[in-house]
């Protein structure tokens, strides 16, 4: 599974860590989780305002670096979680092969069955760390949901 966002320093790296815990704990620790950015930018840590959301709830992102979304990637992962449409046409333009579940992550707000109309998680890039700390709230309840969806997949 890949979280997607633009630049991969603040939403997929929050997602993917917290999805990373969630699902270590819900016992499923053998589902591979990752992250990457549609800008295709490289080797950048984590935003400060990240590192500290993550930081509070108990998680690092200290060691993130960012990475661009590649058409490997998409032949390759079962799953593509992204934080806004914008992002599932990106990927659809890069491949249209390979993946074929892709969705984004506000699918997964309402419960574990991923429902139609969901809106973008906006970027909090830039903005002050209560952006942050929003986003990042509707991250766990949407990886919540999500992770109940793979235990039930299974």
Do not use: W
Not at 124 to 151: M, Q, T
């Amino acid at each position: 599974m890949v979280f997607v966002c633009s630049g991969n320093i603040c939403r997929s790296p929050m997602a993917a860590e917290y999805a990373r815990h969630r699902l270590a704990s819900s016992g499923l620790s053998h589902v591979v989780v990752d992250s990457a950015g549609t800008l295709g930018i490289e080797g950048e840590p984590a935003s400060a305002e990240a590192r500290e959301v993550l930081r509070e709830a108990g998680l690092d992102l200290i060691g993130h670096r960012s990475r661009g979304i590649t058409e490997g990637d998409l032949r390759t992962v079962d799953l593509v979680i992204v934080m806004a449409l914008t992002h599932l046409q990106e990927l659809e333009r890069l491949s249209r092969s390979g993946t074929r579940k892709r969705y984004l992550l506000r699918a997964f707000e309402q419960g574990p069955e991923p429902h139609d109309g969901a809106p973008d998680l906006d970027d909090p890039i830039g903005a002050p760390i209560e952006s942050y700390r929003s986003a990042f709230a509707v991250i766990r309840r949407c990886v919540d949901h999500l992770v109940l969806h793979l235990k039930h997949a299974r």
